[in-house]
Structures are given as C-alpha cells and as structure tokens.
C-alpha cells in the first residue's frame, strides 16, 4: 500500500499517461478488431500499430516464418501488416478461392495506389467492375489474334537468332547473358504491342522502353510498405518517386512512338502493321485503352520472362547431367534443318518436364498481386468480410512435402509419369502465371516463349560454368525472384 501511495504521489510528466493511454488503446482497439462477430481465419496476436511485422522473423525470404504459421494454423490465417488485416491463402485453399464462380476473391485492396496507378485504369491493378470486364475481353481477344496469326511465333524466332548470334560471338569466354536477354524479351513484346520496329527512331524507343521497364516491379513492394506504414513514407519516397517517374515516363515512350507511326503513316496506310499489333486492335475498340495495356504487358513481361530464361541457363550450368539428357532428348527428335514449331514441345517430354520443375523449384513468383474480397465470402468455414486483402502464398504449393516429394530437391522426373510423359496434373499444380480471373494475360506469349527458347537455344548451346566463379541457387529477394549474377562460357 505504502508503494503504491508514493506512486501517486509522485510528479509524473502527463505526457508519460497519455502514451500509456494510447498504448491501453491500440491494445483494446486491436482485440476489438479481432472479436467483431465473424469467424475470422486465426493468426498471431498483432502487436499495437506494427500488427505482426515483427513476428514475421528477420529473414530477407520470410517464407519460413509462413510455414510455421500454416503448420500451427492451417491453410487459410490472418496476419497484420500494421492496422491492415491481411489473410494468406496456402495450398489448396488458393485455387478454392481463387477459382470461384464470379469475382469474389479477384478484387484489389482498397488503397491509394490501387485507385490512382495509371487512372486506375491498368488491367492488373484496377479494381474489377464493367469497364475492368471489357478491357479484359478486349485484350484476351487482341492477343489470341495474334498467336493465331503465328506474328509472334515469327518475332520471338527472330529475336532468339540474334541471341544465339551474340552468344556464338562471346567465343565460350565469360559471359553474363541477363542483358541480352532482357534486351531479346524486351524486343519481343515491343514488336507484339507496336509493330516491326522501324528504323533508327523504333530502335532508339525500344532502348529507351527497356531502361526504364528492368527492375520497375521490384519498386511495387516499397510502395505496398508505405500504404501499410505510413509513418515510413519518407524514408520510402525515393522508391515511390521512381516508381512513378518511370511509368510516366513510359507512358511517354508509348504516346510518342504512336505519334510517331501516325506521322509516319505507319498505322493507317499498313494494312499488314493494322493486323499485326495489339496497339492498332485495341484502339479501334477504345482510343486510350491501348497504351495502358501495352504497358501491362511490357511491365510484366519483359521482367518476369527474361528473369525465367536467365534462371533456366543458370540451372543447365548447375546440373550438368539435366543439361545432358535435354540436348540428347533434343537431337533425338528434331532435325536439325527443321524449323522448331511450339508443337514441338509435346515431343520433347523430359525438356518440357525440366521447364516445369525449374518454374517449381525456382519460384520465380513466389506471392501473388495483394487480392481483395469483393463481397462477404467464406473460405475454408471461416469468414471473410467485403474488402479483406487476401494474399496467396504460391511458395506453399510449389514447396508442400505432401505434394512433392523432397520437396527441395531439383528432380524433373518427379514432372513425368510412369510412361515417361509430362504428368498434366503436376503441371496444373505450377501457378507460374497466376490463378483464376487475375491470371496474367500474357500467359499464351509466356509459354510459347519459354518454349521455344528452350528447344532452339538448347539445341544449339551448351552451358559451362566459369572455372573459381561456379554459380549457386542463392536469390535476392524481391516481388519477382531473381538469382545473384553469374556469369558462362556458351560453347555453340
């Protein structure tokens, strides 16, 4: 008693009770947010005003601490990035809400950038309504017209020519092949969106577009963090500032090189430019439709492509013996003097089996885009009220133990049935594109890309490492996951 008298007697600072008051605050306020009458998905408790940051384990891959999570909550929890309730969908509960009927679970969060990224009017970040609807429809068709046509299959031939002419030039010394095969994917869907290249101003653009698209996804996380903790904006406005200068500044690129065709009379006097890029489809339906989802493709693209091609020759460098029995496959069951169709995959079971597993065990993209609920929704008997973010853990698919066996380990075999052909099953499990309305659209180019770079870059090269600089399976974190630099000597 008599302590407890001297406390209250003794000169306290008020502000010492109004932080102490706040604190009491948060702490009711965050154990109201979590009894509000719905079944939410369990989680950590959230500390006051960080929610569970800290919890997540200092990590720069915080999957691990993701792992434990669903081990001691299941499938579907709740964590906290500040005062926003984020819910993590793991293994099979992603395709069962991601698949749904209607577009419950394919909304976007409701927050700034979001809203206001391009007008709000990009296919991948915009919210889902009407607009969001035709604008999708519009651009399924534009590029299904044109793998129909085989424009993009010439293109993407074209463009591996002149890699396997770089890499012959290298003459087996060290080289690091990101560049080039930024600069080769970077080409490719530029001539997708725009047309053939023409002259020296088309060349100029297109380098432009490249500088500045290379490494603009990986600016997205720092701007979620700012969303999430605004008290750190100002240490996060310089990712911010570039973010939104560059894709500016390749809104520019794309106004002007239109312009540019127009002046030329590339656009209206070509009927073969007209049917051969997705500018001159798009604009026809909507006027300012086009730009916006040729930066979508671009953005996306030229980053995630070129990263799984690089990865796929740093896999071939590591695993001799996988790079061995792909070129036997290869020699095997084409000719040399053919020309190498996508088709051509399905005859090449072990190849296409080795892409699969690489896009597993490399994951790439190992989260999704931040979705968001659309409606009060159930997933997995808990519930989930209209405008929860909802984050789909694609590394808990690629990496479950109870689907794959010894997971970690890089084994194509495990792609290949019994038979000794691509198991379609395992294949679906890969969501190298994404999962259900929010799937990328440029899925049908990715693929074919993939494809056909392998089997006529395999065919031609062989893959050494650089004696005292042997590469490793070491990644730099970011939204699209990316191995440290290497370097090969390419013998052709």
């Known amino acids: 008693m008599t302590g407890s008298f001297w406390l209250l007697q003794t000169k306290v600072d008020p502000s010492v009770y109004l932080f102490i008051l706040v604190i009491l605050l948060l702490i009711v306020w965050a154990n109201k947010k979590q009894r509000d009458g719905l079944n939410w998905p369990p989680g950590p408790r959230p500390w006051p005003i960080v929610g569970n940051i800290l919890q ?39 395709k069962d809400a991601l698949l749904q009927p209607g577009d419950t679970f394919s909304g976007r969060p409701d927050i700034s950038f979001f809203r206001n990224f391009l007008k709000g009017r990009t ?15 519009s651009t399924k068709q534009a590029v299904g017209e044109l793998m129909n046509k085989g424009h993009l299959q010439t293109i993407v031939n074209a463009e591996i020519n002149a890699t396997l002419e770089v890499f012959k030039n290298t003459k087996a010394t060290p080289f690091n092949c990101q560049e080039i095969l930024q600069d080769a994917v970077g080409r490719t869907i530029f001539q997708m969106c725009f047309g053939p290249l023409e002259g020296q101003h088309g060349k100029d653009t297109l380098k432009r577009y490249v500088q500045a698209i290379v490494g603009l996804p990986d600016e997205l996380p720092y701007l979620m963090l700012a969303e999430l903790y605004p008290v750190l904006e100002p240490f996060l406005r310089k990712h911010k500032r570039a973010f939104y200068n560059k894709s500016d500044y390749l809104v520019g690129i794309i106004d002007n090189h239109r312009s540019y065709l127009e ?34 493709l671009m953005g996306a693209g030229t980053d995630v492509l070129s990263t799984t091609m690089y990865i796929f020759i740093l896999y071939m460098t590591i695993f001799p013996d996988v790079q061995t029995k792909i070129k036997r496959e290869i020699n095997e069951s084409l000719d040399v003097d053919d020309i190498i169709e996508p088709i051509d995959i399905a005859k090449l079971p072990y190849t296409e089996a080795t892409i699969y597993e690489i896009l597993r065990h490399a994951r790439p993209t190992m989260v ?24 789909p853990n694609y590394e808990s698919i690629l990496y479950d133990d109870q689907l794959w066996k010894d997971p970690f380990e890089f084994n194509p075999n495990r792609m290949l049935t019994s038979t000794g052909q691509v198991d379609v099953e395992k294949k679906r499990l890969i969501p190298a594109f994404g999962i259900g309305k929010r799937k990328c659209l440029g899925k049908p180019i990715g693929q074919m890309s993939i494809h056909l770079f392998v089997m006529r870059i395999m065919q031609a090269c062989s893959f050494r490492p650089v004696l005292g600089e042997e590469p490793s399976l070491d990644w730099i974190p970011n939204l699209v996951l990316r191995p440290k630099p290497f370097k090969v000597r390419i013998q052709i």
């Open 123 to 137: 296919i991948s970040f915009s919210s889902i309504n009407e607009e969001w609807h035709t604008r999708h429809k």
């Open 368 to 391: 999704g885009i931040p979705h968001a609920t659309t409606r009060d929704a159930k997933i997995n008997g808990y519930d989930i009220a209209k405008g929860t973010v909802i984050l």
């Open 56 to 94: 997540m384990g200092n990590d720069s891959l915080p999957f691990k601490k993701l792992k434990e999570f669903r081990k001691k909550y299941g499938d579907v929890f709740t964590i906290w990035f500040g005062p926003i309730r984020v819910v993590f969908l793991n293994g099979a509960a992603i």
């Open 263 to 296: 002046e030329m009379g590339l656009i209206s006097e070509s009927e073969e430019y007209a049917e051969n890029s997705i500018m001159d489809i798009l604009k026809q339906k909507d006027a300012d439709l086009y730009k916006y989802v040729i930066l979508d």
